[in-house]
């Protein structure tokens, strides 16, 4: 094709260019205005990143790209959006037809969503979904699709493509399943690439795959992307181009190490205060409270004071886990004979100290969640002792037991589906203290609940209000507020501050922090975050396929990592710099499946200390990727 051909003549112009872009939701006078009069310009084969909190239009302005907010409640009301097909001319998606909408979508603009599991159909096969895109825009028959669809999964480094194909969404990881998206988003080619949040849930490990895959896609088929997250880490480094939003307005634009280098807006800088930078404790030996920038009324205020998080008594643990193992009969024969167990825990032993935050780091299946559940009671152990109060749990009576409930609280991943949403928050909140009978009065369990959302930087009158009339950080608040209630000595927090966005996180990881001094609590810190890990935690424990490791201080763990598994998951992490050279780092294929017929049971890791209470696994060369 000659250089004067249209289509080259198109790409010295922008790919996508939206104007003034201005969306509403509801009717009448007053409707509710997500995006207003939004601008900005996508170049082929770069990567703008839209960045912002929850609730600043990011979201909505990508949905309203492709139309997708006229099925949601939302419109258009004002602005354009001009996109340059390849054939014919620039097209404006606001005035487009639907015909014509149903063309570009997945053939010319692909969308990868946040959370695959709702984005897939359960009641089809992954060939079905991704054939289905091809039979549609590619016009191919069913056995080219399927094919096409196995090549597609190997592009995005998914093992044992074949037998993938013909399963189902529910049967594969979190991981697996937003590779599966980005397969079905790359599909047809693409010449614009929308990823909305995709990695927001995800292990580093697994991010670190995700990035690298759309990073290599876009390179081999010059696909532009637009990328829409609230974790500057990523946008450090994927981006070329940054737009921030804050309140459905575009508050700044400029290239990304304009951005990170010289922030203008007042916004920009809190967004940029507030992100958790692996390496900011290097050679101090406690965790630290540190400032939170928050915005306030359009200005930014500083909230919270440096602190040290001298907080742990090594004097007598609290909690004492020995051998803990937890396995699940999953497979049976037709006579009911179990072939195949998960072993999810596998003679896990660990100490909590008063006043201790231990972290427990690994990627999704490591048994980090199992553990949990396990100290909690909501799962039974099948093997291993664990002693709280120097009392061993299976010597306990059921009202013991249940009593020991009081004594060990659990904070959710997600603070939506922990709270019922019929009850307000301040039945939820009293409930510990009257299922426990820690308070008999009216009067006494209401100013607990009122004291109770103080603590948690709420106000008394929201004991009134119900969970869906709280934002996501305020949701967490309540919940963290509910496992105070009962006045534990232990509090279980499974990935807790996961799903929130940088600043609202800052400011949760303080209050913990804070609430530990306070009432000298000891926290079992599960999560997937370093950064977070290395803010808030005194002791690290890294597990891999239900075992640990690698044990031993934050400092030892994280600045002298002996493991090759615990130097591949702090590698993985991105870095909020993007002056950084990016990750060449390559973390290969899914962790091993925990899955194992019976009678087959996996070799315990022996230990050995390398240094004071730092403890590593001796088979480190029989995992995956190790050098």
């Known amino acids: 094709m000659s250089d004067n051909s249209p289509s080259s003549q198109r790409q010295d112009g922008p790919l996508l260019s939206v104007r003034s872009l201005s969306v509403e939701f509801g009717a009448g006078p007053t409707p509710f205005q997500a995006v207003k009069n939004v601008s900005f310009d996508v170049q082929p084969g770069r990567t703008l990143a839209i960045v912002g909190e929850s609730g600043s239009g990011k979201s909505v302005t990508s949905l309203a790209i492709m139309r997708l907010t006229d099925y949601t409640g939302g419109r258009i009301s004002s602005g354009e959006v001009l996109f340059r097909p390849s054939d014919g001319p620039a097209l404006d998606l606001v005035g487009a037809s639907d015909a014509r909408l149903r063309e570009i979508r997945g053939n010319e603009i692909a969308m990868i969503f946040q959370e695959p599991m709702t984005s897939l159909n359960p009641v089809f096969t992954i ?39 013909d399963r189902y969404p529910h049967q594969l990881s979190g991981g697996m399943r937003q590779r599966v998206m980005i397969a079905m988003a790359l599909a047809c080619g693409p010449k614009l690439l929308i990823a909305d949040e995709p990695t927001t849930a995800l292990d580093v490990t697994i991010q670190a795959q995700i990035l690298n895959i759309i990073r290599d896609l876009q390179a081999e088929m010059g696909t532009a992307v637009i990328f829409i997250t609230h974790d500057m880490g990523v946008v450090a480094e994927m981006a070329d181009d940054v737009v921030v939003m804050w309140k459905g307005e575009k508050v700044e634009q400029a290239p990304v190490r304009e951005i990170f280098a010289s922030p203008q807006h007042p916004y920009t800088k809190a967004l940029l205060s507030a992100v958790p930078r692996l390496g900011s404790l290097t050679g101090q030996p406690l965790p630290k409270r540190t400032p939170v920038m928050i915005m306030d009324g359009g200005v930014p205020k500083q909230t919270g004071a440096t602190h040290v998080q001298d907080t742990a008594d090594y004097t007598k643990p609290i909690l004492q886990v020995e051998k803990l193992t937890t396995r699940f009969d999953v497979g049976k024969t037709f006579f009911g004979r179990v072939t195949h167990r998960v072993h999810a825990v596998e003679e896990v032993s660990f100490d909590i100290f008063p006043g201790e935050t231990l972290a427990l780091v690994g990627e999704s299946g490591s048994g980090k969640s199992t553990i949990g559940r396990t100290l909690q009671q909501l799962v039974e152990p099948t093997g291993g002792t664990v002693r709280f109060d120097g009392r061993d749990m299976n010597a306990m009576s059921p009202s013991e037991r249940r009593g020991l409930r009081q004594q060990i609280q659990y904070i959710f991943q997600d603070p939506f589906a922990s709270l019922d949403p019929r009850h307000t928050v301040g039945f939820s909140i009293a409930e510990p203290i009257v299922v426990h009978g820690l308070l008999k009065d009216r009067k006494a369990i209401d100013r607990r609940v009122h004291e109770l959302l103080e603590q948690v930087g ?4 929201h004991a009134k209000r119900y ?17 105070l209630a009962s006045d534990p000595k232990l509090v279980i927090a499974d990935e807790s501050v996961s799903a929130l966005d940088v600043s609202i996180q800052a400011q949760i990881v303080n209050l913990l922090m804070e609430l530990q001094e306070r009432r000298r609590l000891s926290y079992l810190f599960i999560t997937h975050d370093m950064a977070v890990v290395e803010k808030i935690s005194h002791r690290v424990a890294v597990l891999y396929l239900g075992q640990i490791v690698e044990i031993g201080t934050r400092q030892a763990v994280f600045e002298n990592p002996q493991h090759s598994y615990t130097r591949k998951l702090l590698s993985a992490v991105p870095i909020a710099d993007p002056e950084r050279e990016r990750a060449k780092t390559r973390i290969e294929g899914e962790i091993p499946s925990p899955v194992r017929p019976v009678g087959q049971e996996p070799a315990i890791h022996r230990m050995r200390e390398v240094g004071p209470g730092h403890w590593v696994a001796v088979e480190a060369d029989q995992l995956r990727g190790a050098a």
């Open 127 to 165: 060939g079905n979904q991704i054939g289905e895109a091809l039979t549609l825009h590619e016009g191919l028959n069913v056995r080219d699709a399927r094919l096409r669809a196995k090549e597609l999964l190997q592009k995005v480094r998914l093992p044992d493509a074949d037998t993938l194909l």
């Open 458 to 461: 709420l106000q008394p009158q």
């Open 467 to 483: 969970p869906h009339e709280f934002s996501g950080g305020q949701r967490q608040r309540i919940c963290i507020a509910r496992a």
